[in-house]
Structure formats: structure tokens, C-alpha cells
């Protein structure tokens, strides 16, 4: 989108700082709440990007400036948030009960929101989705604007991805603080992942695990993917016999949340087109930690 200059405010940074600490600094004193609304509104851009993370790192050289413009996009989603966003891609924290792309009915997709955004804000280009992530789960997912670039990252996904992290929270205490589990996924006719520590056929998967807490008849479990198959991380916990809370096609006996007890918090990547490497992360979701600490 074509900015007009006289309606952006352009600072220099001059030391590290945090954003929101330096927002408040350069706009004469204002609230903390105030500046957050700043960020969180899409107005203020760090090296000619939106950034919309309040805590997000300044470095010396680094240019802020708040576009003052009456005519900007605004984004407004119950269902997601947009955390980045530059010409050729978006990174998106998704709400559970929202399919990633559209399928066959007419229902509301993360890839639907995304597309009225665009328009809205006059771009002839589209989102087009990279990865996946559950209906049932939430969190961090990248989407491409054009198929040039979505075709980069898919082509490039393993070289290009550094760091890939999803928070479970689990039933029971886990056994081990931390551990590694790897079996053969087959999916059936009723879209049910079958486990099987032995070559079946299957596609191989691994999965990487460590516990941050335990209480109440819980634990919150740090998972990170080796491989990325589908239900790998929902079947793997499972296959400890700690099945995720609230998932039901794979042996959690409960639904305390009314929601699915898994959360992409952490991708780090590098741009296929600027190679620069960006990292995001999200907080635990606050229903995780009211369950485990009771």
C-alpha cells in the first residue's frame, strides 16, 4: 500500500529499547495504554513494516514511524490477529474453531478473513496459505501474498524454518521431564491417525518434548516437531498416555477449556525474499494456565 510521507512521524533509534517504551518516549509522555493501542492499531512501522508487537526489540539504526493517515487499513477479527505483516506475506495468531483455508461449505476460514482484509485495503493480491494448522488448535500460522512467494516457502520449508514450537497442555503428570518419541503415522477413512512404533508403511514422525509444569492434574509440555505430520503432536501425547485436554478423538476423557489443549506459540523463519530472519511468539493462552493452576 502506497503511504503518503506527510502523514507519517519518523524517529530514529538511537539506543535498544523496547517499542512500546519507545513510543511513549518520542510521543511527549503518553500512557502505556495509549501507546499499545498505537501498536496493536496497525499505525506504527519499524524499518517500513507494521509491527504489532508492543515488546518487540529496537536496535541502534533502526527507524519508527506512526502513520497519522485518516485512511489507513484498519484489521478487526474475533477470529485472528494479524503479528506481521510486509508486501509479501502475513503472520497470523488464529483463534481454535477456525479452519485455516476454505473447504467445501461456505464456512469462515482464517484464509477467508485474511482475503476481505486485502480487499478492503485495495490489493489485487490474495493469501495463500503455507502450513497448516488444526481446527482445534490455535496460534502462529504464515500466509503468502502471492504464489511466488508461498511457493518458496513450501519448496524451502525445511531450510528456510529454524524453530517450530507448540505448547500442549496434557492430562495427567508427565513421567519424564522430557523425552523423545517417534512412530509411524497412518490415517484412516475416518481421518483417524493410527500410531505404530514399528515401519508400517506409515509416515515417519518424531517428536521432541519437555515439561514447564505440573499441578492440579496437569502439565504444560513444550512440543517440538521433528517432523511435521498431521495429528503428530495430538497422537505422540497420547501414545504416552497423556492425551491432550479437551481431545477426544484421541483419549482425553474431558473438556474442562471447551476448547483443544494446543497452541503453535513459537515460529522462527527466515524471508524468502529479504533473508532476513524474523522470530514470533505468542503467550501461553490464559485458559491453560487457570486450568493447570487450578
Known amino acids: 500500500m502506497q503511504r503518503n510521507i506527510r502523514s507519517l512521524l519518523t524517529f530514529n533509534v538511537a539506543a535498544p529499547a523496547q517499542l512500546i517504551a519507545f513510543i511513549m518516549e518520542k510521543m511527549h509522555g503518553i500512557s502505556r495504554n495509549r501507546a499499545k493501542a498505537l501498536i496493536t492499531n496497525r499505525v506504527v512501522l519499524v524499518n517500513n513494516i507494521i509491527t504489532t508487537h508492543p515488546l518487540a526489540e529496537l536496535k541502534p539504526g533502526d ?25 509479501y506475506l502475513l503472520v497470523v495468531d ?17 484464509q477467508t478473513v485474511l482475503n476481505r482484509y486485502l480487499e478492503k485495503g485495495g490489493a489485487r493480491n490474495t493469501s495463500h496459505l503455507v502450513h497448516r494448522l488444526d481446527r482445534d488448535t490455535s496460534g502462529l500460522m504464515l500466509y503468502a501474498k502471492d504464489v511466488q512467494t508461498q511457493q518458496s516457502l513450501i519448496n524451502g520449508w525445511k531450510q528456510l524454518v529454524t524453530d517450530r514450537r507448540y505448547i500442549a497442555l496434557v492430562e495427567g503428570e508427565m513421567e519424564e521431564e522430557r523425552g523423545r518419541i517417534q512412530s509411524w503415522l497412518t490415517e484412516d477413512k475416518r481421518f483417524i491417525t493410527h500410531s505404530s512404533p514399528v515401519d508400517n508403511g506409515g509416515k515417519f514422525a518424531v517428536t521432541h518434548y519437555s515439561v514447564l509444569a505440573s499441578s492440579n492434574g496437569y502439565s504444560l509440555v513444550e512440543c517440538v516437531l521433528e517432523t511435521g505430520r498431521k495429528n503428530q503432536i495430538r497422537v505422540h501425547m497420547a501414545d504416552l498416555g497423556h492425551p491432550i485436554v479437551g481431545d477426544h478423538k484421541y483419549g482425553s476423557a474431558a473438556d474442562p477449556m471447551r476448547r483443544l489443549g494446543l497452541h503453535a506459540y513459537m515460529l522462527c523463519f527466515t524471508h524468502p525474499v529479504t533473508g532476513k530472519h524474523l522470530r514470533f511468539e505468542t503467550p501461553v493462552p490464559l485458559c491453560f494456565e487457570k486450568l493447570l493452576n487450578g
Open 63 to 87: 527507524v519508527v514511524q506512526l502513520d497519522r493517515s485518516k485512511h489507513k487499513r484498519a484489521f478487526t477479527s474475533k477470529e485472528l490477529d494479524i503479528v506481521f505483516e510486509d508486501p
Open 94 to 110: 488464529k483463534q481454535p474453531g477456525l479452519l485455516s483455508m476454505a473447504n467445501n461449505s461456505r464456512q469462515q476460514t482464517a
